[in-house]
């Protein structure tokens, strides 16, 4: 295999100092979108560069971007396909490099154009998938999106015959996972690799959201790492990415630290390569350069604090049927057809995947999660998924209005609470990288 490509390899390079750090920053003028990324790169941390593309390059809206461009409106991230190669070219010219690798995300259903315009500006790492990108995304059909998710991984795939291996990471395991039980995450993004290697790439991430319980996030992500030795074929270089809470996020300073510095020690001590840093800002508006750069180099602070507590050969997390549970989902899609693509859309259309809580019109509705007295995701209803009673803990009523309300708040709820009933010198506003919510439990 090749690893010339910015991300093939990135696991062996970065196993024994830790995770890489990565913010979702993108900025719609090429001179601050530059700036954003130098200062990333110089950052007191080891991270990795972002483009985070705009929503009107999301919908292929490219009339908008550009008259916004021309109004000097700001958009919500980076339009690259207006801009066009030479202009990002150079935007990352004498940034980006082996030591400092860039990765476009974008959020798009219908990839094809972006594909072709990051290969074009010199770009070989990107994210989604043809559900993770769709369902909570988008109105586009799930098997229109699919296709095109086909086409632009096999022109993506054709780096190689100029001898760089392209990265592409499924985003499967964050899709409204602040509500969806870590089984069916885990199922989406193990089987959006197996979609991207069917398409022609080797170079692969495989992603899981922060969740509401931290032993139950450490079961899962080791049921990922499991489950992606057994099903992705040998030749598939892959790592593993951890997210940081992508619902509802605290509004305190000190209480959206305690989320982030948890991130952190989940990456750690699951053994993810590279870590999604959300700021304390991300509660009521896009963050600044400096919010960004503040956000990496604490997480990166907290991770160093949580790899000198973690032994080197941590025991196994209590095993509750996560693994398996994803597992089934997994074999029931791949019994459906022998080409992935095709067997996602029917495993929607039977409801045998079934995001909770998702309106797409593709996605049957009638699973429900909730969060139990512990803290942890559970199954209010699986609907037609084959998984019911494998991980226990299924009650089968209907989640009400007040209760779905109070769950999406939960995170937010809780650690903006530790945050403020501190008892120690360490204020809301000042926690330090090493600071945990049971530290404050106990404050």
Not at 160 to 183: A, I, K, N, Y
Not at 388 to 397: S, Y
């Amino acid at each position: 295999m090749s690893t010339s490509g910015s991300f093939a390899g990135l696991a062996a390079r970065r196993r024994s100092t830790g995770p890489l750090v990565q913010p979702r920053m993108g900025f719609s003028g090429p001179r601050r979108m530059r700036a954003g990324l130098k200062a990333v790169r110089r950052a007191r941390a080891a991270t990795v560069g972002t483009l985070t593309l705009d929503s009107y390059t999301r919908v292929k809206d490219y009339a908008s971007a550009e008259r916004a461009l021309a109004d000097g409106f700001p958009l919500n991230g980076y339009p690259l396909v207006t801009h066009g190669p030479d202009t990002t070219r150079a935007v990352l010219d004498g940034i980006q490099g082996p030591d400092f690798p860039v990765q476009v995300r974008h959020g798009s259903a219908l990839p094809d154009d972006i594909i072709a315009a990051l290969v074009a500006a010199g770009l070989d790492a990107t994210e989604g998938g043809p559900v993770s990108y769709c369902l909570p995304y988008s109105r586009v059909p799930l098997r229109e999106a699919t296709a095109s998710w086909a086409r632009s991984c096999e022109r993506f795939a054709e780096l190689r015959d100029r001898g760089v291996e392209p990265h592409l990471e499924s985003f499967g395991g964050c899709m409204m996972g602040q509500m969806c039980p870590p089984g069916l995450l885990i199922a989406i993004t193990v089987l959006e690799g197996l979609f991207f290697h069917r398409h022609g790439l080797r170079s692969i991430s495989l992603s899981y959201a922060q969740q509401t319980d931290v032993r139950q996030d450490e079961e899962a992500v080791a049921a990922l790492r499991s489950l992606a030795t057994a099903f992705l074929p040998d030749d598939t270089d892959w790592h593993i990415v951890v997210y940081t809470y992508m619902g509802k996020y605290p509004r305190t300073h000190g209480g959206a630290l305690l989320v982030l510095r948890a991130a952190a020690g989940l990456a750690v001590r699951t053994g993810a390569t590279r870590l999604i840093v959300k700021t304390p800002a991300e509660s009521y508006r896009i963050p600044t350069i400096e919010e960004n750069v503040e956000a990496l180099e604490f997480a990166g602070a907290a991770a160093a604090t949580e790899a000198t507590r973690t032994p080197p050969d941590p025991a196994p997390p209590q095993d509750t049927g996560i693994a398996a549970e994803a597992r089934q989902l997994i074999e029931a899609v791949l019994d459906l057809h022998p080409d992935v693509g095709q067997a996602l859309v029917r495993a929607f259309a039977k409801g045998y995947l079934d995001v909770p809580y998702c309106l797409h019109a593709d996605n049957r509705g009638r699973s429900r999660g909730y969060i139990d007295e512990a803290g942890r995701l559970r199954w209010a209803s699986v609907g037609s998924m084959p998984i019911r009673g494998i991980t226990g803990g299924t009650r089968e009523h209907d989640v009400g209005s007040s209760e779905l309300l109070s769950a999406l708040s939960y995170v937010e709820r809780t650690h903006d609470l530790l945050a403020l009933r501190s008892q120690d010198t360490r204020t809301s506003d000042a926690l330090d990288a090493g600071t945990t919510a049971a530290d404050l439990r106990q404050a």
